[in-house]
Structures are given as structure tokens and as C-alpha cells.
């Protein structure tokens, strides 16, 4: 796990010769259509690589009764529109994208999508932004879907300390916590499917001190922001807890301390992602068919890592050399704010054509409660497949963990360290010391931190400087601030 220096350009995707079946040339940070001369991204990502010693085996996709499966298109092709001519087809694209929006006054959802299958023909443009369609007397969180992608009734529902569901109405506008009077099983799974999580795992009552709370006043199908109404307080001053998914548990007790290799079941919830045929990225798991990932792994600039049949998933597995049969990939969404000049808002989340069975090797990370903080010097642990020496295009064979701590913002924003690159959306974790941190490869691989006895995804590797260098942590995608996103766009692809 280690990075190349910042004085250097950002390594190409292969490090060695391309290997005949991957006919394009290596990744670069440039904007198709604008010619030479660009300013590079500020900050060095953690570049993925394609490792030549990786030979993945031909195996059968998993064959899972509630998903499809798609064949890889072996002999697609993808061209980089450059000079004047890719640039007017830029133009007319953004022109058509501007006046669709003020034809039918849309508003612009911070998501695009790239190439969901179906049937066999791609039904999104990866070129435009995905738009929403909003009537003028659209209301946010009535439990009605006015706008025609259903944005009015996302971003109404979140989770705060011990999993406690808060709600927001359209009658009151802020977020309040659910009494637990006349909550059942029914509510529990009914709300979770909505969530993107098909079913629920567990829900209780938990004491609450708020003087004010949302009572249920119907039983119908529906978004439960909808089947709420403000109450002055709760019955026996109790509320809800509700949890979705079980996450955050770790199989094997022990562990080797110091970038050393994971053992099976150490981190059940990281994944290796794919592009024909090479590791390029890693990923976490956080639902059945979610899997959150970095922006960067999937740059605009080259077509065919924005087919979703160039990508497989692996799950469950500590050694690359030894991988099970893979999950497909059916949507790539990429959060549109993210910036990859600054990095800023790193993060993307992958929609599996089938759902992961979970066992005790393949376990979703647990999400992090909106305001939960995890402070400086908090012990924490990343993982991936990514190189193990400083400027290597080699990644590593095996899964290996190293331990770091949570770097406070102000520090982690000295001149001296990064300045004004980091983010209110990003954290710190590392030693500024040197010597342990994530690199090439790791990138979209998880931050966890544990709490009340379950592993939270606090961050997505992102980026840094060098490779465990002094003074130079790992930076990572704050999963808190992002959860709104990640939340609402699960809510609208939900299975």
C-alpha cells in the first residue's frame, strides 16, 4: 500500500505493456475534445494499475435467481473525440442537455449514469448528466412522487445514534425521530425496501428525551415520511431504532498488525473491482446489490471504463489469485459533484445485476449516523489489493490491512501537510510520521472505524501524496458527508 511521489506525473493505467485484449491506450487525466495543454488534478490520486501477473480465470458469473447476467462485449471498441471536431460534439451535447432542462424545467440531479443494460442497448447517454423532471407544485416528503425520478421523496429519511430513523414531513420540514407506538415488522422491512436494502434486520424501541416526535397514522404501502404526522411527543417517551442490514461484523478475531495480509473473513465487506480482466479498484460492500466505490476509478475521459460490462465484482476474497465466480455490474453512478481537479466528493456507487449472499467471508460495512464523529486518534483500519512499494505498478496478490488514525482536519490542512486541498468532504487518516497508508489500487477500498462493537465505513480511499511519506496521510471520501447521496440514489435504484 504505497503512493508515487507528487513531484512525478500521475502512472498511467498500465504500468507495463498493454496486454493484447485491452486495445486502448493508458489512462490519462485529460478532457476528451480540449486538446493538450489541461492542468492536471491538484492532488495525485491513488492511480489504479493494471497488474500483468494477474491472470483471472474465465468463471461463470454467479447465477442468482432475482438478478440477470450479461456476456462481457468482448470486441467493443471506444474512441477519444479530440481536437475541434470533439469539442463541438462536447458542445452540442451540453447545448442539448441546457435546453432540455429549460424546455421542461428540470432540475439537474447530482448523479450520471453510465450505461445500464437493457435488453442488450444502452438506455442512458453517458455523455449528459441525468435530469429531473419537477412539476411547479412539487412537495418534498408528502409520500407522493411528484417529480418523475422521485427526488421530491429522497433525502427524507436518516439515521442518528443506535440506528434511531428519523423523518422528515412535508408538514413539519424537520428531521424528527418515529414513535414506537404501532410499529411492526411490517413497517421495519416496508421502510428498508425503500431504502434500497429490500428487507430490515432488526428494530426496537430506544428511550428517547426529544419533546416532540411523528406518530404513525395509517398502514399502507408507502414511503413512511407519508404515514407519519407531528405528534407533541412520544407514548412512554419511546422511539425507534431500525437497522437494515446486518454490518460491521468481522469473522476472524485476530490479525497480523501492520500492513501485513488480511485473513479471510478480517474484512468481509471489501471487494476488488475489475475492468476485463485486471484489478483496477477496489470497493466496499453496503448492501445486498450496492457497492460504494471512488469517482476517480471511472474517468470520463476513456469510453469503455463506462461500460458496464467491461466490470466484475469479487467478494469474499483475500488472494487474487483465488477468486470466486464474480458479480456483474448493472449501473455506474457517479456522484456529479465530484471534482477531479480538486477530488473533492470522491465517491460512486455501483447497482449489481444480483444480490450478494451473504456468508460469514462477504458482510456489508455498516454506514455511518449522520452525525456520528470518529475524533483525532481514533484507531482505525484500511485495506486493499494495491502496490507495497512506493512508484510500483505492481499490486499486491494478497489483501492486506494496515491500522491508522484519524488525522484532525485543522492539522491535516496545515501548509506544511496539504493546505487548503482538503475538504469539509474529506478526512485524514495515517500516521504523519509515515510509514502506513493506503496507495495505487486501494482506490475506493474502505476506512473503517469500530464502534459499540461493529466496523463503520468512515471513509473511501481517495487520494494522498507518495506513499507513507511524513507529513503526507492518506485522504480519504467522508462517507458522512456524502450519506445523503449515497442514500437517495440507492433509494431511487432500489431492486
Not at 476509478?297 to 487474487?320: H, T
Request: aromatic residues 10%; charged residues 15%; neutral net charge.
Amino acid at each position: 500500500m504505497a503512493k508515487h511521489d507528487a513531484n512525478d506525473p500521475p502512472p498511467p493505467y498500465y504500468a507495463f505493456d498493454v496486454p493484447p485484449e485491452l486495445p486502448f491506450q493508458p489512462y490519462r487525466e485529460v478532457v476528451c475534445g480540449l486538446g493538450p495543454g489541461l492542468t492536471p488534478p491538484t492532488q495525485t490520486h491513488y492511480i489504479p494499475q493494471y497488474p500483468p501477473f494477474v491472470a483471472v480465470h474465465q468463471v461463470a458469473p454467479l447465477n442468482i435467481p432475482h438478478g440477470s447476467t450479461r456476456k462481457s462485449c468482448c470486441n467493443c471498441t471506444g474512441r477519444c473525440y479530440a481536437g475541434s471536431g470533439g469539442a463541438l460534439t462536447v458542445l452540442a451535447l451540453l447545448g442539448l442537455a441546457i435546453w432540455l432542462g429549460v424546455r421542461y424545467g428540470s432540475n439537474l440531479v447530482n448523479t450520471i449514469i453510465y450505461y445500464e443494460e437493457e435488453d442488450g442497448h444502452r438506455s442512458e447517454n453517458p455523455l449528459l448528466p441525468k435530469y429531473e423532471s419537477c412539476p411547479s407544485n412539487a412537495v418534498q416528503c408528502d409520500g407522493i412522487r411528484d417529480c418523475q425520478l422521485g427526488s421530491d421523496e429522497t433525502n427524507c429519511v436518516r439515521f442518528g445514534e443506535d440506528n434511531g430513523l428519523q423523518v422528515k414531513t412535508a408538514q413539519d420540514g424537520r428531521f424528527l425521530p418515529v414513535c414506537y407506538q404501532g410499529w411492526d415488522q411490517s413497517f421495519a422491512d416496508q421502510t428498508c425496501a425503500l431504502l434500497g436494502f429490500r428487507r430490515s434486520y432488526v428494530s426496537k424501541a430506544v428511550p428517547s428525551q426529544d419533546s416532540t416526535g411523528l406518530t404513525l397514522s395509517y398502514k399502507l404501502p408507502g414511503p413512511i415520511q407519508g404515514l407519519v404526522k407531528v405528534s407533541s411527543s412520544c407514548i412512554g417517551q419511546k422511539t425507534i431504532s431500525l437497522q437494515c442490514v446486518d454490518c460491521g461484523q468481522q469473522q476472524a478475531a485476530s490479525r497480523i498488525i501492520g500492513g501485513s495480509v488480511s485473513k479471510m473473513g478480517q474484512w468481509p465487506w471489501q471487494l476488488s473491482l475489475h475492468f476485463r480482466g485486471y484489478h483496477v479498484c477496489g470497493g466496499v460492500l453496503i448492501a445486498p446489490d450496492f457497492v460504494l466505490t471512488a469517482a476517480h476509478c471511472f474517468p470520463r475521459s476513456n469510453s469503455l471504463v463506462l461500460l458496464v460490462e467491461n466490470w466484475k465484482v469479487y467478494a469474499g476474497s483475500i488472494s487474487l489469485e483465488k477468486l470466486p465466480p464474480p458479480y456483474l455490474v448493472k449501473k455506474i453512478l457517479l456522484n456529479e459533484n465530484y471534482n477531479n481537479k480538486t477530488n473533492d466528493q470522491d465517491v460512486a456507487l455501483l447497482k449489481l445485476t444480483s444480490p450478494v449472499f451473504f456468508t460469514d467471508k462477504i458482510l456489508p460495512a455498516c454506514l455511518p449516523a449522520f452525525d456520528k464523529q470518529f475524533p483525532q486518534g481514533t484507531k482505525c483500519w484500511t485495506s486493499g489489493f494495491g502496490t507495497t512499494v512506493a512508484g510500483s505498478g505492481i499490486v499486491s496478490r494478497n489483501l492486506m490491512e494496515v491500522p491508522v488514525n484519524i488525522i484532525d482536519s485543522q492539522q491535516c490542512s496545515n501548509p506544511r501537510v496539504y493546505g487548503s486541498s482538503i475538504t469539509k468532504n474529506m478526512i485524514c487518516a495515517g500516521d504523519m510520521e509515515g510509514g502506513k497508508d493506503a496507495c495505487q489500487g486501494d482506490s475506493g477500498g474502505p476506512l473503517v472505524c469500530q464502534a459499540d462493537s461493529r466496523w463503520y465505513l468512515v471513509g473511501i480511499t481517495s487520494w494522498g501524496t507518495g506513499c507513507g511519506e511524513k507529513n503526507k496521510p492518506g485522504v480519504y471520501t467522508k462517507v458522512s458527508s456524502v450519506l445523503s447521496w449515497i442514500y437517495s440514489n440507492m433509494q431511487q435504484e432500489r431492486p
